[in-house]
T-cell receptor, first 111, second 113 residues
């Protein structure tokens, strides 16, 4: 079945550690996105990529980094520079301008 | 500055009745609006969309109405079913660009049996 796979579903991190969240899609979509969701708030865009080897910062990119070496993959690294990393992270993809398809999300907790 | 607002954090509706979820926006450049549904611990799934050239779009039990002069859109679900219990997000974009989707905070819909 086609879809988006995020891993891990749950992740715990100590302060000062970098962590990488995986996002893989087999929908052959060009565009991929990373969002962050906090309680009581809408989704906020961290980074997006329209094509391989290219990506753009979203509204809250500070403390995060991404890569897009393959069309299918768009990993997100939460660095130690991110002041408040505990959140629910969602990866999505789309065919250009169209509806977004989301993964099931990854919940990161900083201990 | 919240450009997309869903002022009701939650809404409770009797099964079989109509559910009406509201969304207001401030940016007159928005021209494409989407509704997504989200269950706990899952990603949102696309429900229905509307472009600013229309004032209504229907898909089965779901209808979205757009009032551009009031900068207001609403999602109607008729009849409401238990499986409709979820969080509903309204999102908007300008110039049809997904990359700049602006999201509301969501409304939790609870369908009572």
């Amino acid at each position: 079945d086609g879809g988006i796979t995020q891993s891990p579903k749950y992740l715990f991190r100590k302060e000062g550690q970098n962590v990488t969240l995986s996002c893989e899609q087999n929908l052959n979509h060009d565009a991929m996105y990373w969002y962050r969701q906090d309680p009581g708030q809408g989704l906020r865009l961290i980074y997006y990529s329209q094509i391989v080897n290219d990506f753009q910062k979203g509204d809250i990119a500070e403390g995060y980094s991404v890569s897009r070496e393959k069309k299918e993959s768009f990993p997100l690294t939460v660095t130690s520079a991110q002041k408040n990393p505990t959140a629910f992270y969602l990866c999505a993809s789309s065919i250009g301008v169209g509806e977004l398809f989301f993964g099931e999300g990854s919940r990161l907790t900083v201990l | 500055d919240q450009q997309v607002k869903q002022n009701s954090p939650s809404l409770s509706v009797q099964e079989g009745r109509i559910s009406i979820l509201n969304c207001d926006y401030t940016n007159s450049m928005f021209d494409y609006f989407l509704w997504y549904k989200k269950y706990p611990a899952e990603g949102p799934t696309f429900l229905i969309s509307i472009s600013s050239i229309k004032d209504k779009n229907e898909d089965g039990r779901f209808t979205v109405f757009l009032n551009k002069s009031a900068k207001h859109l609403s999602l109607h679900i008729v009849p409401s079913q238990p499986g409709d219990s979820a969080v509903y997000f309204c999102a908007a974009s300008a110039l049809g660009g997904n990359y700049q989707l602006i999201w509301g905070a969501g409304t939790k819909l609870i369908i009572k049996p």
